[in-house]
């Protein structure tokens, strides 16, 4: 079993940006691919972003490309998700998760997940 305990996240204004941290515990996350997902208030989990083990396979939802970058450090164990112009329709709360197979874009391709962290964007 991975636990995944998340950091990060908080309120910022639109056009900020925050950092939010994903640490694996229990095993390592070298050979998991990652995926991040968020939950709008009244809306159903959204795929954001998931890498691969090694970093060279990477995938971004079309509402984020080109401002969040995922990237992970298997040294520390951990996969973080780098948010720039953030805006309010950014505003949700974000999960990290763990697949031991290819992953995906659906929460159902990932086995594990991250207790969730509020990032709300103010206009």
């Known amino acids: 079993q991975v636990q995944l305990v998340q950091s990060g996240g908080g309120l910022v204004q639109a056009g900020g940006s925050l950092r939010l941290s994903c640490a694996a515990s229990?095993?390592?996350?070298?050979?998991?691919?990652m995926g991040w997902f968020r939950r709008a208030p009244g809306k159903e989990r959204e795929f954001v972003a998931q890498l691969n083990w090694s970093g060279d396979n990477i995938h971004y939802a079309d509402s984020v490309t080109g401002r969040f970058t995922v990237s992970r450090d298997n040294t520390k164990n951990t996969v973080y998700l780098q948010m720039n112009s953030l805006k309010p329709e950014d505003t949700a709360v974000y999960f990290c998760?763990?697949?031991?197979?290819?992953?995906?874009?659906?929460?159902?391709?990932?086995?594990?997940w991250g207790q969730g962290t509020q990032v709300t964007v103010s206009s």
């Open positions: 229990g095993r390592t996350l070298s050979y998991y691919t």
């Open positions: 998760a763990a697949s031991r197979g290819g992953g995906g874009t659906s929460q159902y391709d990932y086995g594990f």
